[in-house]
């Protein structure tokens, strides 16, 4: 198997990675234009956010085992090209019903590159470097959630909404030139992969394993609570506190900032604590955030300076949150990581479409869809992650305190 540089990797990866956030954030400056465009609400056409999830839940979950089969980089590399064609169908759109399919459709390809990041990390890596390697992946790819709506913001200000969705297809096809001439195959093809029964044999295992599924419950609740608030922060931003479309990115890059500080913080951390004593630390952290959030919203003092500054810790929590995460779920499957990966991603990107839906569908003219959804999806997160999990951070803390001694 290829023993690929720490950093390298995670560079190559992280490119990979990234094409997710762009696709999801670049265009947020540019949903009310979106809008007149298809004859929809704000509120409805940020449901094509939700969709986007789920057709990148459907992605990972299919592409994982393929993956597996066939190798990392074919089942990566048609991603790239389905992503690219249906980024260019996507500026042709005038309907609200014609921008959900052809979203759907870009994030089939999307999950099919993403679901394999994580699975080339474990083929290389595993336990603590694992982690590492995904803090340092993580730390780059927080630059694309930042730079995102900043180019989504200029673009439109200079063109039009239809040039967001032209820089997406001229970033896939970056990618494909990029990781075809420099990503090696870290799998290989395995004509003894699982066949389908056994896929789903080996889904159900990863769900019959009480530790992995406490996790991946953390991860998916905390990305829940994070997309709650990427759905609903142009409507909370933009026009219910009233910042413009220019300053917008600015005040949602400071949640990326903090998640990427966050990040650094998580590497420095593992040299003595362990993956799972992060997790737990992050996790309470973006609680206490939501609750502050629902005490500020019932006080009436809510304002764009008290509330953001809580979104930011709370958002931004998820350096320490999805990484260790991650790689404790991932060192108990060793042999179907991709596979392992993909159902994981599947139920983090339908909980964040749920999550997402929730705050869109009613179309109230609040903060509190947003916020409860926030706070909700934080305390199944905690509650999650102790009653299945619970045994082993219990050890993780008695070796924690031990190596500390």
């Known amino acids: 198997?290829?023993?690929?540089?720490?950093?390298?990797?995670?560079?190559?990866?992280?490119?990979?990675?990234?094409?997710?956030?762009?696709?999801?954030?670049?265009?947020?400056?540019?949903?009310?234009?979106?809008?007149?465009?298809?004859?929809?609400?704000?509120?409805?056409?940020?449901?094509?956010?939700?969709?986007?999830?789920?057709?990148?839940?459907?992605?990972?979950?299919?592409?994982?085992?393929?993956?597996?089969?066939?190798?990392?980089?074919?089942?990566?590399?048609?991603?790239?090209?389905?992503?690219?064609?249906?980024?260019?169908?996507?500026?042709?759109?005038?309907?609200?019903?014609?921008?959900?399919?052809?979203?759907?459709?870009?994030?089939?390809?999307?999950?099919?590159?993403?679901?394999?990041?994580?699975?080339?990390?474990?083929?290389?890596?595993?336990?603590?470097?694992?982690?590492?390697?995904?803090?340092?992946?993580?730390?780059?790819?927080?630059?694309?959630?930042?730079?995102?709506?900043?180019?989504?913001?200029?673009?439109?200000?200079?063109?039009?909404?239809?040039?967001?969705?032209?820089?997406?297809?001229?970033?896939?096809?970056?990618?494909?030139?990029?990781l075809g001439t420099r990503l090696p195959e870290t799998h290989g093809r395995d004509p003894d992969a699982p066949s389908m029964r056994q896929v789903l044999r080996n889904y159900a295992s990863v769900i019959r394993h009480r530790e992995a599924m406490g996790y991946i419950c953390a991860v998916s609740m905390s990305f829940a609570g994070m997309f709650a608030f990427i759905t609903g922060s142009p409507y909370l931003y933009m026009e219910h506190y009233g910042i413009s479309a220019a300053v917008y990115p600015f005040v949602f890059g400071a949640n990326i900032l903090v998640m990427a500080s966050s990040n650094r913080l998580n590497i420095y951390l593992l040299k003595k604590r362990t993956p799972q004593q992060n997790l737990v630390v992050g996790l309470g952290i973006q609680l206490c955030a939501g609750v502050a959030l629902v005490a500020l919203i019932l006080s009436g003092m809510d304002s764009i300076y008290s509330v953001a500054p809580l979104m930011v810790v709370f958002v931004g929590m998820q350096g320490l949150i999805a990484p260790n995460a991650m790689s404790s779920m991932l060192d108990h499957f060793p042999n179907m990581s991709a596979t392992a990966t993909a159902l994981q991603g599947c139920l983090q990107f339908s909980s964040g479409a749920f999550a997402g839906m929730l705050v869109g569908a009613f179309e109230i003219a609040s903060a509190w869809p947003t916020v409860l959804t926030m706070l909700g999806a934080s305390l199944l997160g905690n509650i999650g992650v102790r009653v299945l999990a619970g045994r082993a951070l219990g050890a993780q803390e008695e070796e924690g305190a031990v190596t500390e001694r």
Request: hydrophobic share 60%; aromatic share 10%.
């Open 1 to 178: 198997m290829t023993r690929l540089n720490a950093r390298r990797l995670a560079l190559l990866v992280a490119a990979n990675t990234a094409l997710a956030p762009f696709a999801i954030d670049a265009y947020l400056p540019a949903m009310p234009t979106l809008a007149e465009a298809v004859n929809a609400s704000v509120h409805h056409t940020e449901l094509s956010l939700s969709v986007f999830l789920f057709g990148f839940a459907i992605g990972q979950l299919l592409c994982g085992p393929l993956s597996d089969r066939f190798g990392r980089r074919p089942v990566l590399l048609t991603g790239l090209v389905v992503f690219l064609v249906a980024s260019l169908g996507i500026m042709q759109v005038s309907s609200l019903e014609t921008l959900w399919g052809l979203r759907f459709v870009q994030a089939l390809g999307g999950g099919a590159c993403v679901v394999n990041s994580a699975a080339i990390v474990r083929d290389c890596f595993s336990g603590r470097e694992a982690a590492k390697v995904m803090s340092t992946m993580a730390m780059i790819l927080m630059l694309a959630p930042l730079v995102a709506p900043t180019v989504g913001s200029v673009l439109l200000g200079f063109f039009n909404w239809q040039s967001i969705f032209l820089f997406l297809a001229l970033y896939a096809a970056f990618l494909l030139f990029f």
